[in-house]
C-alpha cells in the first residue's frame, strides 16, 4: 500500500477550488499540475496520483513540493526549467525555428538559445531545450572538443583558410 502523505493545505484550497481552476481553460500550460493536487485532495497518494495521471512519481513529487513552498500560486507560476505558458514555443514559433536551421547559421544548441531568446524573449537551459528539440526530430551538430595541447592561434590560422594555403603549396 502506498505512504500517505502529509500536505499542510492552505485555507481555501480545497478539492472544490482545484477542480474549478483545473477546468479553467486559461490554467491550460498548468493542467498537470492542477490535476496531481485535485486527486491528491481527493485523498489518492503521489503514487496513485502520478499513476493514474501518467507521469513520474518524482515529478508528481516535485509538484508537491512547489505546492508546499508556495502554495497554489507558486503551482500556477511558471517555473525556471521550462514549465509553463510563457517559455513554450507556439506551432508557428517552432516552425520559424526549423526554418531558421535550414539556413544554416545557426549550428549548436547555445547558438540556438540565444537565437530563440532574442527572437521569440524565451529562456531556454542548453539542456532543456536538447529535450524539447528530440521529439520535434531535431538535432543539432555538438562541438567537437580541443586538445588542451593545441594552439589557439593555429586553430584561429585554419579558419581563416590556412588550410588551403597550405595544400596549394604542396601541389
Given at each position: 500500500m502506498?505512504?500517505?502523505?502529509?500536505?499542510?493545505?492552505?485555507?481555501?484550497?480545497?478539492?472544490?477550488?482545484?477542480?474549478?481552476?483545473?477546468?479553467?481553460?486559461?490554467?491550460?500550460?498548468?493542467?498537470?499540475?492542477?490535476?496531481?493536487?485535485?486527486?491528491?485532495?481527493?485523498?489518492?497518494?503521489?503514487?496513485?496520483?502520478?499513476?493514474?495521471?501518467?507521469?513520474?512519481?518524482?515529478?508528481?513529487?516535485r509538484y508537491v513540493q512547489i505546492y508546499r513552498n508556495g502554495g497554489l500560486s507558486a503551482i500556477l507560476t511558471p517555473s525556471a526549467h521550462g514549465g509553463g505558458a510563457s517559455d513554450r514555443l507556439s506551432d508557428e514559433q517552432w516552425e520559424q525555428l526549423k526554418e531558421h536551421l535550414r539556413l544554416g547559421t545557426t549550428r549548436t544548441a547555445r547558438m540556438l538559445v540565444t537565437w530563440i531568446q532574442s527572437t521569440f524573449n524565451v529562456t531556454y537551459s542548453v539542456e532543456y531545450l536538447r529535450q524539447r528539440l528530440k521529439p520535434k526530430g531535431i538535432v543539432l551538430k555538438v562541438p567537437r572538443p580541443y586538445s588542451n595541447k593545441s594552439?589557439?592561434?593555429?586553430?584561429?590560422?585554419?579558419?581563416?583558410?590556412?588550410?588551403?594555403?597550405l595544400s596549394q603549396n604542396v601541389s
Open positions: 502506498a505512504r500517505p502523505i502529509e500536505i499542510k493545505w492552505r485555507s481555501g484550497d480545497t478539492a472544490a477550488l482545484l477542480l474549478r481552476r483545473l477546468e479553467d481553460p486559461n490554467n491550460e500550460p498548468f493542467r498537470e499540475r492542477l490535476h496531481l493536487l485535485w486527486r491528491l485532495r481527493l485523498g489518492d497518494s503521489v503514487s496513485e496520483a502520478s499513476s493514474v495521471l501518467n507521469i513520474k512519481y518524482r515529478t508528481a513529487s594552439d589557439r592561434a593555429e586553430r584561429a590560422a585554419w579558419k581563416k583558410g590556412a588550410s588551403k594555403k
